[in-house]
């Protein structure tokens, strides 16, 4: 039986990206609409995201569908699941990109950073997973799902308390949701990026003297490029990667080896 050995096309596949309206996430979104994908975009940004949506359609001829979403409130994740699961019909892939980093010292710790940290990165995206999971599982089609959690998922960063407990968080949410959904032909995986360098991140780590620490522990001695973590995700949601299910991919130029 012939197969297409090694393809990360995503032709006519279903796929919902949050927090898509800039950062990784449009790149993203470039990224999967480059390969085919159908599209639902979903972002509180409306503007940008109605921009980005027109902008896909005139390169590509892609379909997309976009739902204005915050993550911050507590019913949100199921009318996305919802919304998305309608737009065209169901969904093969989803990747959990929305995320906010509020960093602060352990010491001068407010809660409602605190909580709002863990709601959109970690409550958000694992109770979106499991609505989408659901209906994977009803289809009985398969699917991937991909979570963005971060190098600070895994290694222990200061002044990110609630960002490292929830990305952490994350990264085992997808871990139960591979156990689990395996057996279905649902593939779950998360990307672990170091800093990346969406416009954001450059003017964040503009400053040499907080860059030059985290770049010396980095062998290959740069950031990530959004397009890097793109594709990464790419190939984890694509046939390519097909026994692939339940592990953390570090985006970091070797930084996690210490």
Same mark, same amino acid.
């Given at each position: 039986?012939?197969?297409?050995?090694?393809?990360?096309?995503?032709? $006519?596949?279903?796929? @919902?990206?949050?927090? #898509?309206? %800039?950062?990784?996430?449009?790149?993203?979104?470039?990224?999967?609409?480059?390969?085919?994908? %159908?599209?639902? @975009?979903?972002?509180?940004?409306?503007?940008?995201?109605?921009?980005?949506?027109?902008?896909?359609?005139?390169?590509?001829?892609?379909?997309?569908?976009?739902?204005?979403?915050?993550?911050?409130?507590? *019913?949100?994740?199921? *009318?996305?699941?919802?919304? =998305?699961?309608?737009?065209?019909? $169901?969904?093969?892939?989803?990747?959990?990109?929305?995320? !906010?980093?509020?960093?602060? &010292?352990?010491?001068?710790?407010?809660? *409602?950073?605190?909580?709002?940290?863990?709601?959109?990165?970690?409550?958000? &995206?694992?109770?979106?997973?499991?609505?989408? #999971?659901? #209906?994977?599982?009803?289809?009985?089609?398969?699917?991937?799902?991909?979570?963005?959690?971060? #190098?600070? =998922?895994?290694? &222990?960063?200061?002044?990110?308390?609630?960002?490292?407990?929830?990305?952490?968080?994350? =990264?085992?949410?997808?871990?139960?949701?591979? +156990?689990?959904?395996?057996?279905?032909?649902? +593939?779950?995986?998360? !990307?672990?990026?170091?800093?990346?360098?969406?416009?954001?991140?450059?003017?964040?780590?503009?400053?040499?003297?907080?860059? =030059?620490?985290? @770049?010396?522990?980095? &062998?290959?001695? %740069?950031?990530?490029?959004?397009?890097?973590?793109?594709?990464?995700?790419?190939?984890?949601?694509?046939?390519?990667?097909?026994?692939?299910?339940?592990?953390? !991919?570090?985006?970091? $130029?070797?930084?996690?080896?210490?």
């Amino acid at each position: 039986m012939s197969r297409n050995i090694g393809s990360t096309r995503v032709d $006519g596949k279903r796929a @919902l990206i949050t927090g #898509a309206a %800039r950062g990784i996430g449009a790149e993203l979104a470039h990224t999967f609409a480059g390969a085919g994908a %159908r599209l639902v @975009l979903s972002d509180r940004e409306q503007d940008e995201l109605e921009s980005l949506a027109a902008s896909l359609n005139a390169e590509f001829g892609t379909e997309v569908s976009t739902v204005i979403a915050d993550l911050s409130r507590l *019913e949100a994740p199921g *009318e996305l699941a919802e919304q =998305a699961l309608t737009a065209f019909g $169901g969904l093969d892939i989803l990747v959990n990109n929305a995320g !906010v980093a509020l960093n602060q &010292p352990v010491t001068v710790l407010e809660i *409602e950073k605190f909580d709002v940290t863990l709601t959109i990165n970690l409550r958000a &995206p694992a109770l979106l997973a499991a609505a989408v #999971a659901k #209906a994977m599982v009803e289809a009985g089609t398969g699917g991937a799902i991909v979570s963005i959690a971060s #190098a600070a =998922a895994l290694s &222990p960063l200061p002044e990110h308390y609630a960002y490292c407990t929830s990305k952490a968080g994350l =990264a085992m949410a997808t871990k139960v949701l591979a +156990r689990e959904l395996g057996q279905y032909g649902i +593939r779950a995986n998360s !990307v672990c990026p170091t800093v990346v360098l969406t416009d954001m991140g450059r003017k964040a780590w503009s400053d040499e003297v907080k860059s =030059a620490p985290m @770049l010396a522990r980095i &062998p290959l001695g %740069r950031f990530a490029e959004p397009h890097e973590v793109a594709d990464t995700v790419l190939w984890l949601a694509s046939d390519a990667a097909s026994m692939i299910n339940g592990i953390d !991919v570090p985006v970091d $130029g070797g930084y996690l080896m210490g």
